[in-house]
Nanobody
């Protein structure tokens, strides 16, 4: 299984960025997908998750209304659209896959596979 995250970069506060995570080696629609982030010196935090069908989503309070998670099962790719970015959004963003059958989980330990991370830096 491989998860390849991309799309990170350096942006200014208020800008938008879209992250992508391409999956291979797994039955993509059978996995919920999540985005997590880890700022320097901090723990890895939940950002957003989406069910295998794409019908259900969940967000951390800190990004609700600004970030949107989506997926294209035909392309085996999950996206994270990030709008109105703030300096506190600066972190390495990781995508992850969870073989959960019901519901969406926010704990990083629940996820089975992880991508390598992509750095997002938001300047003030």
């Amino acid at each position: 299984v491989q998860l390849q995250a991309s799309g990170g970069g350096l942006v200014q506060a208020g800008d938008s960025l879209r992250l992508s995570c391409a999956a291979s080696g797994l039955t993509f629609s059978g996995y919920a997908m999540g985005w997590f982030r880890q700022a320097p010196g901090k723990e890895r935090d939940f950002v957003a998750a989406i069910s295998g069908s794409g019908r259900s989503t969940a967000y951390a309070d800190s990004v609700k209304g600004r970030f949107t998670i989506s997926r294209d099962n035909a392309k085996k790719t999950v996206y994270l659209q990030m709008n109105s970015l703030k300096p506190e959004d600066t972190a390495v963003y990781y995508c992850a896959a969870d073989k959960v059958r019901i519901g969406l989980r926010v704990g990083s330990l629940e996820y089975d596979y992880w991508g390598q991370g992509t750095l997002v830096t938001v300047s003030s």
